[in-house]
């Protein structure tokens, strides 16, 4: 996190190519003596990243074709920023912010904010989970480090915009501490971790797409906590950490959940990405 900038390198030799500076400055006014970027994340539709700068509230936005790199735009939205994904169309950038308990939406296509909301004690939704819901459409959701829910919200303002950035199901889970979420197109299931429980971190729970159900909650890990998810590219696999000292990646089948392959004689996996 530290200092405040980011790197741009060259994305085959890993040359670095530019060092730029973060402002400093908060949503507010005040001057900062620290911003941490805690997500950068490509635009689907534009040459642009999406940055989050966590202590000022901003959501910073690089044009990576322009000669040096530079932040073109620096939105305000809601402060203590964290991690963010997409929406399924990728015009939306859904960021948490999680100091304040809110989810911020992000419109890049006008480079504006299109929304904030509570949704809970510390929202942490990785880089956030999108399924269609039975009743609401296309939806997205949130974890929580402070409460043991999950919040799903309403994720499509064209064709859903009676409910979109709205809280319109809230499951509830054993334990809160929860980390990611992930789901998958070919998978019936949203996984949610609960790394950070002091009960139940080597759990992990899936949740029915079709049912709108917590299905159930089971343990994963063995040695350590269980961390976060990757499916592989055909939706057939999920894997998940045993994050310890003799930790493992364990491999579920996408559909089943039932414990396939483990990858032994690791040290504190933690992410995967495919």
């Known amino acids: 996190y530290w200092p405040p900038q980011y790197v741009v390198y060259d994305a085959l030799t890993l040359e670095p190519l530019a ?3 973060v402002p400093m400055q908060s949503i507010t006014g005040e001057t900062l003596p620290e911003v941490r970027v805690a997500a950068i994340a490509a635009s689907h539709h534009d040459p642009l990243w999406a940055l989050a700068f966590k202590e000022s509230g901003f959501v910073g936005l690089v044009d990576y074709t322009l000669p040096g790199f530079p932040l073109v735009k620096n939105i305000a939205t809601e402060r203590f920023l964290h991690d963010g994904g997409w929406d399924s169309t990728g ?6 912010a ?3 308990n ?3 939406a992000v419109d890049m296509q006008t480079q504006t ?11 942490h939704p990785g880089r956030g989970a ?11 959701a949130t974890p929580h480090v402070g409460e043991p829910k999950v919040s799903v919200y309403g994720a499509d303002p064209i064709g859903r915009p009676d409910v979109a950035w709205t809280v319109v199901r809230e499951i509830t889970l054993p334990s809160a501490g929860s980390l990611f979420l992930k789901t998958h197109p070919n998978s019936p299931w949203v996984l949610f971790d609960t790394t950070l429980s002091t009960t ?5 729970c899936a949740y029915n797409k079709e049912t709108a159900t917590l299905d159930r909650c089971f343990q994963a890990a063995t040695n350590g906590k269980a961390t976060h998810f990757e499916f592989n590219q055909a ?3 999920v894997w998940v950490s045993d994050r310890a000292n003799d930790g493992a990646v364990v491999v579920l089948d996408g559909t089943t959940l039932n414990e396939i392959n483990r990858i032994t004689d690791l040290v504190t996996p933690t992410g995967k990405f495919n």
Do not use: C, H, I
């Open 19 to 21: 060092r730029n500076d």
């Open 91 to 96: 015009r939306y950038f859904l960021v948490a």
């Open 98 to 100: 999680n100091a304040s």
């Open 102 to 104: 809110k989810m911020v």
């Open 113 to 123: 904010m299109a929304a904030s909301f509570t949704t809970g004690g510390t929202p």
């Open 130 to 140: 999108n399924w269609f819901d039975p009743v609401y459409g296309w939806v997205n």
């Open 200 to 204: 139940s971190d080597k759990q992990v």
């Open 235 to 237: 939706g057939t696999e």
